[in-house]
């Protein structure tokens, strides 16, 4: 079992930066695959982008691909998305997201979520 608290989200003008936190519960850290992932109104929940156990391997979506950056700190228990160049279609509520596997995950499918942190770009 793991626990997963996003932090890091807030108003932001388009253009701007964010960092994202997420912080796990629990000593096997290093056994878990990490996503993070976006929900807006209206829409579906949209992958941006994963992290393999070790962090040298990861995956982004088209959307994100070049603005954002994922990386993790295995002692800290810790995995972050670096946002950058954000815009107004970044608004949404970010969550991060758990599977107990060495490979990079770039599905849905994984095990444990955190409660999401909302991400407001202004125009």
């Known amino acids: 079992q793991v626990q997963l608290v996003e932090s890091g989200g807030g108003l932001v003008q388009a253009g701007g930066s964010l960092r994202l936190s997420c912080a796990a519960s629990?000593?096997?850290?290093?056994?878990?695959?990490m996503g993070w992932f976006r929900q807006a109104p209206g829409k579906e929940r949209e992958l941006l982008a994963a992290?393999?156990?070790?962090?040298?391997?990861?995956f982004y979506a088209d959307s994100v691909k070049g603005r954002f950056t994922i990386s993790r700190d295995n002692a800290k228990n810790t995995v972050y998305l670096q946002m950058n160049s954000l815009k107004p279609e970044d608004t949404a509520v970010y969550y991060c997201?758990?599977?107990?596997?060495?490979?990079?995950?770039?599905?849905?499918?994984?095990?444990?979520w955190g409660q999401g942190t909302q991400v407001t770009v202004s125009s």
């Open positions: 997201a758990a599977r107990r596997t060495i490979r990079v995950v770039t599905t849905g499918d994984y095990d444990y």
């Open positions: 629990g000593r096997t850290f290093s056994s878990y695959a």
């Open positions: 992290i393999n156990w070790s962090g040298d391997n990861t």
